[in-house]
């Protein structure tokens, strides 16, 4: 089963953590294409009063509340069509610090978004995730991997569910709320030296707008429990920084070196090498189909595999590697980063 792409417009849309950046990128995106509604629910009022007064759109719903009540996502959800989930805790170090709240928000929070969704009759769910939960290492990652097999066992129990339940699995977004590239360019104006944890770190580079359209993708083609993977470029860490630095005018801005934070990895995964070995190739994009083998273990005692020992992962270390050069020309196709010349 496949949602279809028509029904988007004049559709109902709700997005869990609509006041963030992804939310509201694509709450606009929606809205261009003529959508009935987006609803949004996300429990930061002020935020919320904010995009109402900037979208001014009688479209646009509001519904205070959050992922952890049950009630107030099944509010958010009835009469939608389809629904985003991006609603999540997303730093690793205050993951660390408190592992419990990413458990409430990014697991229990999700299972209440996949049942709310199957409960009032929502057709496509798309929830979002992240490159660290492929062999996660810290706490936002694990909880982001129990967040993809909580959506996965969904369309696996129900393979016939008027719910279709995908996810998709991206790298960093760039001058997303909190990323490193809004902080660089803070450090620049402040007359601070970039901060930089490990120069040899490696991070997937991504778009607001190529997120949204990875979304869509999975919006418009998924199956029950399929994975979708966006295929992206990455650029170590000093090379993000010394780009930032030349579209800011100051190619010679000092760095310095503070060693890794609590939970990063050297280099990320989008997917793994067993994911990789079931996923077939769609030009921008991977899709892995969910394994919906059952759970009788007998039968695979005998036969394995063969697959899964010939792939690699699809890592920030092994994928198209940006010089400066690539770097900054990916920077100046952000609205975000053209506002930040202009500015000088």
């Not at 988007?8 to 509604?37: N, Q």
């Not at 016939?160 to 960093?172: D, F, K, P, W």
């Amino acid at each position: 089963m496949s949602t279809d792409h028509t029904d988007v417009r004049g559709a109902t849309v709700a997005i869990t953590g609509g006041t963030g950046s992804f939310g509201s990128t694509m709450a606009r995106h929606l809205l261009g294409l003529d959508v009935a509604a987006v609803h949004i629910l996300s429990r930061d009022e002020a935020k919320q009063h904010d995009m109402r007064v900037a979208f001014d759109d009688p479209r646009l719903k509001f519904f205070l509340g959050d992922v952890r009540d049950r009630a107030s996502v099944d509010a958010a959800f009835v009469g939608a069509d389809f629904a985003f989930h991006a609603a999540a805790l997303k730093q690793v170090p205050s993951c660390e610090f408190f592992p419990d709240q990413a458990v409430k928000t990014n697991v229990v929070g999700s299972a209440n978004v996949v049942d709310a969704a199957h409960a009032t009759g929502v057709r496509g769910l798309v929830c979002l995730s992240t490159d660290k939960a492929v062999y996660p290492v810290n706490a936002m990652g694990m909880s982001k991997a129990l967040m993809e097999k909580t959506a996965q066992a969904f369309a696996r129990r129900h393979p016939e569910a008027g719910t279709v339940v995908s996810v998709t699995r991206y790298g960093n977004v760039m001058y997303s709320r909190g990323s490193v590239i809004p902080h660089f360019v803070a450090q620049i104006r402040a007359g601070r030296p970039m901060t930089v944890t490990d120069p040899t770190m490696t991070r997937f580079l991504m778009s607001l707008a190529e997120s949204v359209d990875l979304v869509e993708y999975a919006f418009t083609h998924a199956n029950p429990g399929d994975l979708f993977v966006r295929k992206a470029p990455a650029s170590t860490v000093e090379t993000l920084a010394r780009a930032v630095a030349v579209v800011m005018g100051v190619p010679d801005h000092p760095i310095e070196i503070i060693g890794t934070r609590h939970g990063e990895k050297r280099h990320e995964t989008l997917l793994s090498r067993e994911e990789r070995a079931t996923a077939t190739d769609e030009g921008d994009y991977f899709r892995v189909p969910v394994d919906a083998r059952s759970l009788e273990y007998e039968k695979y005692f005998e036969e394995g595999d063969p697959r899964a020992s010939v792939e690699t992962d699809y890592t920030s270390e092994n994928t198209d590697r940006l010089d400066v050069a690539g770097t900054v020309e990916l920077l100046r196709t952000l609205p975000e980063i053209r506002l930040v010349e202009g500015a000088h």
